[in-house]
Each structure stands twice: as C-alpha cells, then as structure tokens.
C-alpha cells in the first residue's frame, strides 16, 4: 500500500494510457451512471463539444491564491437524490450547459471509481485530476462524492479511505460550503471516524481530517459535536481527541479572533470534565492513554499532545487541592523515558500550576525527594529497562518549573528565586547528558521569557541570578569545540542576554567571565568548512534514515495519506540537520545581542572598554577565522552605537586609542573579510568621535565629509552622509558606505581618525602598535610597525612622556623578525629623538647594562640624524658624569646612590659601544677632545670605588673583589676604542706595545699611564693636542679632583709639543701651573711643580743634561745589573725632560750603547736597552741623524728575534722599539705592522715581518740576513729558532741569494737547526722546520 501513497503524494505525471476501464470496481447501483449514459445519448451532436469542454476542465492548474481563482459559477440545480436530478433535467436551461454538466459528472464518477485502483501511477494522475476539478467546480466534486458514497455503501476501506482523502482537499478547495454539504460530510465523518477497520488509525484520522476539513469552514459546529461526544461520560475515543489536537495547534484553521474563542471553549468543556477525575475507569483510561507508548520518539501523536493540555486544563479547574496533588503525582510516577512524554507531563503541571501553584510545587518537592529521584541523582547504576523510567525525571522536573513560570504569568515573581535554586540544584547533581542539558535550557528559557514578560520584572531583585548564570557558563564550557550540531550556545547567550537585564546588575567579575566564556564558546570554533564536515559526520552516519512517527507506527498494507507522510519526512531532517553556516550565523547574532544588552544596560564610554577589552584577546588572534568573526562582533556593536546613540556625547572615551589601533593592523589583515569589517568598524568609530567632539566642542572645526571625501588621492570619497553639513547634529547620522572605505587605503582613514584623538587616546595607539610588535603574526608585526611609524610621523613633537614607549620598543624590538617592521619601529625612534631625546637617552640608559644588540640598534636609531647624535654624545657625557652623591644633596630629598651610579657606567658603556656606530662616526670625532678628558676622569672615578669585577665561575666573591686589572675595564675599553676609531691608532700602537693599558688598572699607577698617553700624543704629533689643551684650563678648575688629577696630568706631558703654545701662551701656562700650586690636592700641587720645572720654561736646562749624558753612558758598563738598569732609565728620562731639544749629537752614542746590550744574558738590562733605545727612536722623530738611521737598519733583526723571548718585559720592548723603527725608517703598512706585533702570533705574521726587513733594498737585505745567520750561534735558544725560522722565510723567497750568502759551516748549522726544531712543542714550527730541511737539502744540492 505505501507505493499508493507515495504515487498520492507525487506531483504531476501523465495520463495513464488505460485509465478507463482497467482497475475499475463493479458498482453495487448504476444509477447515475445510467442516467448519464442516456443523457449522452440524446444529445450526440454535443459529444465532441463536451468532450473538449471535459478535457478543458480536467486540465485545469490548481490556482497559486484563492483571490485570484475564476471558478465557475457551477448552478445548483444538482441535488442530493435521484428524483431531483432527473426534474433538474427537465428545467429551462441552455443545453450546452446541461451537456458539460453531465459530462464532468460522469468523469468525475469514473474517476472515483478507479480511485480503488492499484497502480501507483494510475491514482497518482487521478487524484491530481479530481483536485484539478474541484477547483473549478467544487460544489459537483461534492455532489458527485456524496452520491457515490450513498450508492456504493460496501465499497472497500482501502478505497474509502482514499475518498476521504480526496474529499478533505476538496472541502478545503472550496471558498465556501453549504450547510447541507457541512451536515451531510460532517456526518459521514464522525460515523468514520469511530470505525474499526484493517486501516486501523490511519483510516480514522482520513475521516477525522474531513471533519478538519469541514472546520475550516464552520469550526463552530465541529466544536459542539465534539464537546457532546467528550462530555458523555465515556472516555473519548481517540479520533475526537486527534481532531480537537489538531484544532488547539493549528492556527490555519481559525479565522482572526476564532482561536480565542475555541480555547474559551475548551477551558469550559475542561470545567464540565472536572467531575470525570473522581470517575475511577474514565480517570484510568486517561491515565492509560497518556502513557501509551508512541510509534516513534521523534513526534507525538496530535491526541496524545492534545490529552497532556486538557488534562491539564481540568486539573487547573479543579477545585479540590487534594485531587490535584493526587492527581499530579499520579502522572510523575509514570515512565519519564521518552523525551514527549517528560514534556506532556510537564505541560499538564503547569497548566495546573496556574490556580493551584503552591500545591504543584509542594508535589514537586516531595517528588525531588524520592527514591527513585534520589539514585538518579547519585549517578545509580541502572541495571534493567524499568529503571530507565526514572533517569530522566529530573529533566521532567526542571520542564515542569519552566511551565510552571510560564503559565503562572504575574504570580511568578516571587517564586522565581525558589525555581532558579531548584534548577541550579538539578544541573548540579544531575547525571549530565545532552538531555539535562536540553531540559534545563528549554526549563530557563521559559521562565526567563516569562520574567520578561512580566512588568514588575524590574522592581524585584532576584538573589539566584548569579548561580543560574554560573550554571549557564558550565553548561557553554562543556559544549565541544570542534562540533556545531545545535542551538545550544545560542539559546544560552539568549538566556544570559535577557537575565543581564533582571536586578541586581552583574559585578564585574561575573560581567567578565561571562564574556570570555561565551566569546571564547564562539570564536574558537574551527572554521565553518571543517565546521561542516564534523558537524555532518556527527549527524549523519552511514545507513541512517530518519522516518515520521506516521510512517513508522503505519507498518501495514494501507498508508498515512500522502501530504501528511510528506510533512513529516519534511519537518524532521530539517530539525536534525541545520547547515552549520546558518547555525554558527544565529549565535554570532545572539553573541551580538549580548554585547549590545550589556551596552543598552550601562550606556558608559567605560563599559564599552569593558567589553572591547574583552574582544581585544580575539582580534590579536594568529588565527584568520577566529580574528574575522571577532572584528565582526566589534564592529557589529559599533554600528549598533552609531546608529543608535546611547553613549553619552560628553562623556569622555577613554582608552578608545586602543581600538583605533587594533581594528587599524587589522585593516591590514591578509583576509580581506577582515580587511573590509576593519574598515567599517574604523568608520563607524570615526562616526562616534565625530559626534563626541562636536558635542563637547561645538566651536570646534570638524572636517566636513566632502572635504574628507577628497582625502583620496584616486577621488574616492573615505565616507559620505546623507546630509552634507560640516558639524553633524544629534539627530543627523552619518553613512560610512563600504565602497568608499574600501577604496581609501588604510593608513589614510586612520591618520583621519587621529586628528580627533586626545593626547592620552595617541598615546594608548600607540602602546597598542608596540604591543603588536610582540605578535608572531607577520601581518601584525608589519602593520604596527607601520601604525606606530605613521603616529610618530603625525604627532611624535607633541607627545608628553616618551620614556615608557621607548623602553616597551626595546622589549619588543628582541622578538622582531621582519627586517621591514623593525626598521620602521627604529625610524620611529629617530623621529622621537628630535623632540624627546633627553628623555630617550636617560630611559636607554637604563637597559644599557649590559648593552645588547638590540638596544644598541635602538642607540643607533636615536643618532641618525647628526645634530641629533652630537646632542645624545653630549647628554651621555653628562650623564657619565652624575656620580653618586650624598642622600639630599641634589634637591633636598634622599635619593637612592646606585641609580645614578649605575646611569654613569650605562653610560659609560654605551659611549664605548657607540664609537663603532656609523651613525656617531662624526659626532665621536668631533668630541674627541671632551671624550679623551671625560673617559680619563672615569676610569680615575672607577678606580676610587674600586668596584670588584662580577665572580667568575669558581671563583670566590671576595677574591674578586681584590686588585684587578678588569675593574676599570669598560671605560679602559671605551678610552682604547676612541683613540682606534678616530684615526688616533698612533697613539692607541704607543700604549699597547709597551703594555701600558695596565697602568690604568690601578690607583697608583694611573698618573702613569695619562702621562705615557699625554707623551704619545706628543711624540706622534696628535692633531688634537689643541683642542684638547683648549679644555685642560676648565678641567683645573674643576670642582672634582679627579678632573683636576687629569688635566694637570695631560698639561705637564703637552708642555713638550709645540702646539700647545698655539693655543696656551707660555705665560697662560705658567699662571694655570702656578694656580695649581694652591690646589687642596697634595698629588695636583706636586705635578704643577714638576710643570712649572719644564724645559719651555727653562730653556738653559737643554744644555746642562746633555752635558751630564756621557757620564751616564759610561755607567752602562758597570757590573750590577741594578745600577745599570737605573742608568738607562735616568738616561731616559732626561731624554724625555729635553724634550722636542733632544740630546743633538749624542744621540747617536746613545744609541749604539743601548743596541749593544740588546743580547745581554741580564733580562733587566736587555729590556731597559731597548726601552731607551726604543724612545730615543720616538723623540727624535723627524730629526734624523744619518748615523742613527743606520743604527735603526742594525737593530731590527736583533729586535724582531727577541719577539720570542723568555723575559716577557724584553718582548714588550722589543715590540715597541721595532715599530718604532719602522715608523722612523717610513716603512708603509705600518698599520698592519702594528697589528702583527700586538696580536699576530701565526705563520703569516711571521712572513709579514720578514717582508718589512727584507723586501726594500739589497743593502738592507744582506745586512739583515748576515745578522741571522749570525744570531745561529747565539746561546739564548730562543734567538737560534727566531734566526732559523727567519732564514727559512729567506731561504723560501730568496733561495739564489741565500746560496751565495753561506758557506759550508752555515749550511750545516742550518741543517742541525731545522733538526733539532722538528722536535719544537709547537706543531707549526715543527711542520716549517721539516718543509725548510727538505728544501735545503734541494738548494744545497744545487751547483754554485
């Protein structure tokens, strides 16, 4: 039977070629057809007309609106019996009219008769023709039905019930129906309707649909025959209770108004059924009829739903209360399995609830307390299905609370805490499980939309509130996260949305977890492809049909009729399944909604940053999707603002900076959804600022939207409004269309907002664009970069306090990774350095210990404008300056010693680094002067704390904290870099070759070592001697002896060059010395006599020490060690006292005596020779003898063979009395020579000296390889490997000349040289010595 009624329920197909005669039943009466056959008969000319007529009619299309049908006026001259038929006949009437009349009737018959058909095309195609027909002409449908069923009393309930189906589309075809009609079906229906057939419940409700149908259009009439049926007594048989069903839930039915009235009369009825209660076998067929188990889950049967409310209804009229509590703990103790079932029960206790609540309530209670109720709660075992009855009961309970607030309308309030507690008991200690979840929604729900309602809603508090809430946000964190498959997040943030409205208002606390849970609910969801695919996977698991309750109850050879089997196929996948798309779409909405109920409910800029500041999380999100949808509820609540004005136009918006920052980078997003949203929110918010500034200034000079439409480069306008004026007034709102904003670039539209923003609302974007800074999203990174460089550009000058920003730019800066980004983060800086760099220098300051990489590219960044640089140099000066001072001794109040201290030394530190930075390359140069004095008084300043060094790694604190050459060793560093970096590295050789770096590692030794750096200025002609000496006058006058110690220290040493009296007269001088004599410090006192003893004062003294040179020099021959050592350094020193006079024609005596004990076996002296030997070299610079130039060529392989010996003093010497040599003999790469000496210790430094002696003349190059050879014999070991190894270079480069230099003894001397070297502990000479044996043996067996 189901392929009949799915052919039923089929659209249009095509005539079945055999239609008539096949499939046809034999009529029990042929009347009618008789009488149409004669009629036919007399009237044969007409066939062929009515048969196109018939034809016409049959084909007929159903009309779309029934006021647009144009029926036929079919006459009615047709009546019910046969008599009056045939006198109809005999009646004036045109015969055409008569013809088709007969004609359609016989069709119409036909068609009847083959409604008993079997074939499923064959009915298809007949039921859509009968439809067809009873839209033209309805009132001969019905005659023609109403005969056939009066002449075909036995025909089948198979094809009865198609009739009645067919009859049911019929009646509600037509725009009205007569009350003969109304009567005659109306009867037919209720004989039907009780009928036990093989159709069983499927044919009932064919017949009850007909009474349906027949409401329509007399709904009254139907209503008092049932109310006779329910009201005799008997239990009603279950076709009435389908039909009343029907009628309570289809509102299609009624007219407007006529449903008022029908609940009118069915509240009466359930006063007049109040007796029935106390009726034990009409109360047990109740009972019985309620509990029936349904056919299928999904849909409740119409009467069985119909039953729950009349029950209901009766209860509500009851009057007695015991009956009632009787009765409602009745219908709890039965089967609360099935998810209708706990809604009818709960449906029927709230209808009672509506005059009896205290007793529903008190039943309720006494429920919650049972057993059964009790092992639910505590998770009990259930071990057989009768047990599953009660899991669920407390679904039930939470259902009835939620109908009960329903129906209970005003008298609710006050019982609302008491509901709300009960439900949070439930949800507490309920087994969870989507049907709890479910329940409790529907139950809250309910009883929200019920306060609501309610206008005294507002003057209540309600105390449970805040638990309800909790609950709610338990039940939104236990939804999954990767799954959409109901409504459950956007029913909650519903409920959560109307109880923010009920008193007392949300703390903050609760205000706030709210919002991250419910926007974290939301946004984290996956993206709504992936969305999809598990939300189907989930729903839609293989070989899974879902079927109406109709469908599957009707399991037998006959069908529930088609349109009602189509409706429920329709109905349910459409509940199960939703697209994801729209689902997520609604709880973005209601997510929406919640925003903008928190607003409505405190309009305050404040609360707006609440909320915002909540989103902020989401918009900073790495994840497209979860960044799209937040930037979509941020500017969702924006435009709500904006179109709607809530917030108050004077109140200050604090902190909305920081959204102009956010939605700015996002302006910049890859996804150009979020592009576009971004852009509408940066709109939307221009719309706001606009409005609050012309409010609170209405003086103020607002851009004009036509004038910031021509902001656009390319004409397109940023925005436009409906009303062209330049000051928007309260009622005016401005229109931001997207086209427009869109063809604005970004950075255009934000630098537009910016002119309406405070200084604090600049200041929070652009802590906003450093905090962006600190993203791992590349975009962010770039795009606040760029915000913050566009704001710096903008309104950089007037900034107040820039501190802050430059110290979060350094944290920030270490995370950077995009090459673009950070260099626009430190073109900022640059452009901050022009109004703020005071500020800058002292916050850099700070991270400057130690100095990283990055905050020496942030140094770099603050220099890169040169007056800019020349005033951070200045500032660091002076900031290397501030030593600690007594507590109050700066402005009166105490202040801690170590800040400043530590700024000093940052300072210092950073002076030092900066030196390498191109950008101070110049700066640096240019304040050499004041750099030189202030690095010297720094390192005497460090010395006077005697700072300990930090405690290496096993080692003792206090055995750091001792003498150390690295206590100092930052400025030290800093002063060796100045003289390396400026192009002083003459001065930087004298000092490292003589290892004089140590001297400014001690206390004591300090003055030495300003005095030898002072002299090496001197002696190598430095060109900033003047300008140094232009600020010795001031450091003596300084106020700190340190200062004083320094500059009386270089001056005495400057006496001896001859630029100082370019700038120091000689009698400047002599009053600057002699003021010092009064100096407080006894050493600055002591080293002004020794200036004032100068010889540029005393010129007569020239000739006295030279005269006392020769004695001198004699007493280089005495035996003692000791003596001779102190006869070389007074010789020294007076050729240091005679300064640029020199010792004239001595000299060269000197020199050859200091050279002859180059090779003494005495450390001391060897080291004290070529010291004086090496000074000698350096004063008389310029002024060469002939005789000591030859002096010079002799010692240099003595010298440069004593680079490797024992005595580390010798080395030391021998270094600075060879460079000294080469400078003096103008040898170029002296530079390198230089390096190699100091540092270089490998094979090519050693070839690289070879090649200063030996590769300038032939002259030079016998003398020096005559004296290697000879220095073969030396007893000093280390003087025999230094000559081996500078042979073997020679041998290597000059093999011809070597040959022809040695003889047979030399030769062999080599060969047991190099012998004996292959077993040096050094692996290189080893390898040199093996490679120069095997070449020598090859050169040695060459011929002469």
């Known amino acids: ?32 057809a008789d009488r149409t056959s004669s009629t036919m008969s007399q009237n044969s000319r007409f066939s062929s007309h009515v048969s196109r007529s018939t034809k016409d009619l049959s084909c007929m299309k159903v009309p779309h609106d029934p006021a647009h049908r144009d029926r036929q006026a079919h006459p009615t001259t047709i009546l019910l019996c046969k008599s009056q038929s045939s006198q109809a006949a005999l009646m004036p009437k045109e015969h055409k ?31 859509k023709k009968i439809k067809n027909m009873a839209y033209g002409a309805p009132n001969l449908v019905l005659e023609t039905i109403h005969d056939y069923f009066v002449d075909n009393p036995e025909i089948s309930s198979r094809h009865r019930f198609r009739l009645f189906h067919v009859l049911e589309a019929v009646i509600e075809a037509s725009d009205s129906l007569e009350e003969a009609w109304e009567k005659s079906f109306m009867q037919l229906a209720l004989e039907n309707m009780t009928k036990s057939t093989e159709l069983e419940e499927v044919y009932q409700d064919a017949a009850s649909n007909v009474l349906l149908a027949i409401c329509r259009h007399s709904w009254r009439a139907v209503a008092q025959h049932l109310e006779t049926e329910v009201l005799t007594g008997v239990f009603p048989h279950r076709s009435l209770l389908y039909v009343m069903g029907i009628l309570t839930s289809n509102e299609a039915i009624f007219n407007q108004g006529e449903k008022a009235c029908w609940e009118e009369q069915l509240a009466q009825m359930a006063v007049k059924s109040v007796q029935f209660l106390n009726t034990d ?105 009768e047990d599953l009855q009660w899991k669920w009961a407390n679904s039930t309970i939470l259902l009835a609370y939620g109908q009960m607030a329903v129906r209970a309308k005003a008298h609710i309030l006050p019982w609302v805490d008491s509901i709300l507690s009960r439900m949070v008991f439930y949800f507490h200690y309920s087994t969870w499980d989507k049907t709890l979840k479910q329940s409790f929604l529907t139950a809250v729900l309910m009883l929200v939309e019920a306060i609501s ?92 049909q ?9 399991r037998r050879p006959c069908d529930r009729p088609w349109h009602s089997v189509a409706a429920g196929a329709r109905r349910l996948p459409d509940l199960l399944h939703i697209p994801a798309q729209t689902l997520y779409n609604k709880t973005s909405e209601a997510l929406d909604q919640m925003l903008q109920s928190f607003i409505i409910q405190n309009p305050t800029a404040d609360e707006l940053h609440f909320l915002l500041s909540h989103l902020y999380l989401w918009l900073a999100s790495e994840k497209a999707h979860e960044r799209q949808r937040a930037v979509h509820s941020c500017v969702a609540l924006l435009r709500f603002l904006s179109h709607h004005p809530y917030l108050d136009p004077k109140e200050d918006f604090r902190r909305i900076g920081q959204l102009v920052g956010m939605l700015g980078i996002l302006c910049q997003d890859p996804d150009r959804a979020t592009q576009h949203s971004s852009l509408e929110g940066v709109g939307h918010l221009y719309q706001l600022l606009i409005r609050q500034r012309v409010r609170e200034t209405p003086k103020m000079e607002v851009q004009a939207p036509e004038q910031l439409s021509q902001a656009n480069v390319d004409g397109a306008p940023v925005w436009s409004s409906g009303d062209q004026k330049t000051a928007p007034t309260t009622s005016q709102e401005m229109a931001f269309p997207k086209d427009g904003i869109l063809q604005l670039g970004s950075s255009q539209v934000i630098k537009e907002v910016m002119k309406h923003l405070t200084m604090v609302e600049l200041t929070d974007l652009i802590w906003t664009a450093i905090d962006g800074l600190g993203s791992t999203s590349p975009f962010r990174i770039q795009a606040a970069a760029d915000m913050l460089l566009t704001t710096i550009k903008e309104h950089g000058s007037s900034l107040e306090t820039v501190a802050n920003l430059g110290r979060a730019i350094h944290l920030q800066l270490c995370s950077v990774r995009i090459p673009q980004a950070k260099e626009n983060a430190l073109h900022a800086i640059t452009l901050l350095a022009r109004n703020h760099t005071q500020e800058l220098v002292a916050t850099f300051l700070d991270f400057s210990i130690p100095l990283d990489s990055h905050a020496f590219r942030l140094w770099r ?119 390396s970096t400026t192009g002083h590295w003459q001065d930087f050789a004298h000092l490292e070759l003589q290892g004089a770096w140590e001297l400014f590692t001690t206390i004591h030794t300090y003055p030495q070592g300003v005095g030898l750096l002072a002299r090496a200025m001197v002696q190598n002609h430095c060109k900033q001697i003047k300008a140094v000496t232009s600020l010795l006058l001031a450091g003596l006058q300084s106020k700190e002896e340190r200062e004083r110690k320094a500059a009386i220290l270089i001056l005495t040493e400057f006496l001896y060059s001859p630029a100082l009296l370019e700038v120091l007269p000689r009698q400047a001088a002599l ?22 003893g100068n010889i540029l004062f005393h010129p007569e003294k020239g000739s006295l020490l030279r005269g006392q040179l020769p004695p001198f020099l004699d007493g280089f021959f005495q035996n003692s060690e000791q003596v001779v050592v102190q006869v070389m350094g007074t010789v020294l020193d007076m ?34 020779a070529m010291a004086l030997f090496g000074d000698l070299v350096a004063a008389m610079a310029g002024r060469e003898l002939s005789g000591l130039r030859t002096q010079v060529h002799q010692s240099m392989v003595p010298l440069l063979l004593h680079l490797k010996d024992r005595c580390p003093a010798v080395v030391t010497q021998a270094k600075f009395a060879l460079y000294r040599c080469a400078v003096l003999l103008r040898r170029p790469l002296r530079h390198t020579l230089f390096c190699a000496l100091a540092w270089e210790t490998g094979l090519s430094a050693r070839h690289f000296l070879w090649t200063c002696l030996m590769a300038h003349s032939q002259e030079e190059f016998g003398i020096h390889l005559a004296q290697a050879l000879g220095s073969l014999r030396s007893r000093h070991q280390h003087v025999r490997t230094w000559a081996a190894l500078f042979i073997g270079h020679t041998l290597c480069y000059q093999p011809q000349a070597v040959s022809q230099m040695v003889n047979s003894v030399d030769t062999n001397l080599l060969f047991s040289t190099f012998e004996d070297l292959k077993k040096d502990p050094e692996p290189g000479i080893r390898e040199f010595a093996t490679r120069q044996f095997s070449f020598l043996q090859k050169v040695a067996a060459r011929p002469q």
């Not at 008569?98 to 298809?124: G, Q």
């Not at 500032?875 to 201290?901: I, N, T, V, Y």
């Open 1135 to 1168: 050729l240091h006292r005679l300064g640029a006079h020199g010792a004239g024609a001595q000299s060269l005596r000197v020199a050859i005596n200091a050279r002859s004990f180059f090779d003494d076996e005495r450390d001391g002296i060897r080291a004290a």
């Open 1071 to 1092: 009053t600057a010395l002699a003021r010092s004599l009064r100096d407080p410090s006894p050493e600055v006192r002591v080293l002004s006599l020794q200036g004032l």
């Open 281 to 385: 076998v009409w109360s047990k067929e109740l009972l019985l009829a309620l509990t029936k188990p349904d056919q299928t889950h999904q849909e409740q049967p119409p009467e069985k739903a119909f039953l729950f409310i009349y029950y209901g209804l009766i209860l509500q009229a009851e009057d007695n209360s015991t009956t009632v509590r009787t009765h409602v703990r009745t219908l709890l103790d039965t089967s609360h399995q099935w998810p209708k079932q706990r809604e009818g029960i709960a449906l029927t206790i709230g209808l009672a609830a509506v005059r009896h609540l205290d007793h529903v309530w008190a039943v309720l209670e006494q429920f919650g307390r049972s057993m059964p109720i009790k092992w639910s709660l505590h998770s009990f075992c259930l071990k057989n299905s």
């Open 97 to 127: 009219m008569f013809m088709e009349e007969a004609y359609n009737t016989a069709i119409c018959f036909k068609m009847l008769r083959d409604l008993n058909s079997s074939d499923p095309l064959h009915l298809k195609y007949i039921i």
């Open 1 to 32: 039977m189901r392929t009949e009624l799915e052919a039923g329920a089929c659209g249009f197909s095509k005539p079945h070629p055999n239609m008539d005669g096949q499939h046809s039943e034999k009529p029990h009466s042929h009347s009618t």
């Open 546 to 554: 879902v079927r109406s309750w109709r469908m599957t109850r009707a």
């Open 453 to 544: 309602r309610n206008e005294g809603a507002h003057s209540y508090e309600f105390s449970q509130i805040s638990e309800l809430l909790e609950c709610l946000m338990v039940l939104v964190e236990k939804e999954p996260q990767d799954t959409l498959c109901t409504s459950t997040r956007q029913q909650t943030i519903h409920i959560v949305s109307s109880l923010c409205k009920l008193r007392p208002p949300l703390d903050l606390e609760r205000k706030s977890r709210i919002l991250s849970v419910c926007l974290h609910s939301v946004l984290a969801l996956p993206q709504l492809d992936v969305l999809e695919k598990h939300t189907c996977l989930f729903l839609e698991p293989p070989n899974i």
């Open 861 to 979: 960044a603050l220099g890169a404008e040169q007056p800019v640089s020349r005033l951070v140099l200045a500032m660091l000066l002076a900031w290397m300056r501030e030593r600690p001072l007594p507590a109050g001794a700066r402005d009166g109040s105490p202040q801690p010693k170590d800040k400043p201290r530590l700024r000093s030394l940052a300072a210092m530190n950073t002076l030092h680094e900066l030196q390498f930075a191109r950008e101070f390359k110049k700066a640096v140069r240019e304040a050499y002067p004041e750099l030189l004095l202030a690095l010297l008084t720094q390192m005497h300043y460090t010395l006077e704390l005697n700072l300990p060094e930090e405690p290496q790694p096993g080692r003792k604190a206090p055995e750091a904290a001792t003498s150390s050459p690295q206590r100092c060793s930052t400025s030290l560093e800093a002063l060796k870099s100045l003289l």
